[in-house]
């Protein structure tokens, strides 16, 4: 059965308890994504957190997340046709990172229909990203389990056909990729990343990395709730500073190379050969 509508649309339902193993709640969420179960138990593991229950979503998120990858792969290969495979890889990162993953699942409600435990219910888990990431990996691969291969396209198609379009390659790297790249283009070393310092509670580390470009004699320092969140923000800056010093140095190079210009035109006389540029006279 084909969804109709699109995400951009606004989905109304009421606020569920945990009582979302329900049959009224799995008819609703079916009606969302505009798919019967034959199986409505795979609709239901799908929605279970590995806190609530031994029989959970981990299975299913694996089959999920390679069906996923494939699909939206297929998808942009149509969308863009001359896109080389490097930048059809990054956006298809882009699309099936946890960040995106988690988005998707707050517009179709998702969270509603999860069944947590009471640990994860107290701590916010309903809301946490990778939960979600993971329950919408696993409602695909649920689908895929129980209709197939086109089922599950479909599926896709209606979650993420918008979010395929407009996607600027270049915009996707992150700068980690594009500070690499820099270096790498004007032959200079690869910068480093070296923690300095780690602090907070568990829940509420704070990382700070040092970036530095020994060749261009520039560091930066960061801080951030992950490491390599907090390696990027360092690369940014470092990137912002490299590119602000080629900048600057632009004009001093373009100065030089008239001054090379110059002194070779005066070395050649109105012939066009070259001329002495001592005082000495060439022995015969």
Not at 147 to 172: K, M, N, P, W
Not at 261 to 269: M, N, R, V
């Amino acid at each position: 059965m084909a969804a109709t509508g699109g995400l951009s649309k606004a989905l109304t339902t009421s606020p569920m308890a945990q009582s979302t193993g329900s049959n009224n709640a799995l008819d609703e969420l079916q009606h969302k994504i505009g798919y019967q179960f034959d199986k409505p138990a795979l609709l239901q593991q799908a929605l279970t957190h590995k806190s609530y229950s031994r029989t959970n979503n981990e299975r299913l998120e694996f089959i999920g997340d390679a069906v996923l990858g494939y699909l939206v792969g297929s998808m942009l290969y149509r969308h863009y046709p001359d896109v080389q495979e490097d930048a059809l890889s990054l956006m298809r990162a882009q699309l099936v990172r946890g960040k995106t993953l988690a988005q998707v699942a707050l517009q179709m409600q998702l969270p509603e229909f999860l069944l947590l435990g009471s640990g994860e219910l107290r701590s916010g888990g309903r809301q946490r990203a990778s939960i979600l990431a993971d329950a919408l990996e696993a409602v695909i691969g649920a689908v895929h389990e129980d209709g197939g291969i086109e089922q599950a396209q479909r599926l896709v198609h209606y979650l993420f056909d918008e979010l395929t379009l407009g996607l600027d390659a270049e915009s996707l790297k992150d700068p980690k990729t594009r500070l690499q790249e820099f270096l790498q283009g004007n032959g200079l070393d690869l910068p480093s990343y070296t923690v300095e310092q780690v602090s907070g509670a568990d829940h509420q580390r704070q990382y700070t990395v040092k970036c530095e470009a020994p060749s261009l004699g520039l560091m930066a320092v960061a801080q951030d709730s992950s490491r390599r969140a907090a390696e990027k923000a360092s690369a940014h800056e470092v990137l912002v500073l490299a590119l602000a010093q080629q900048q600057a140095n632009a004009p001093t190079q373009q100065v030089k190379s008239q001054g090379r210009d110059k002194k070779t035109a005066s070395a050649k006389g109105p012939s066009g050969q070259t001329q002495p540029t001592t005082g000495d006279e060439p022995s015969v």
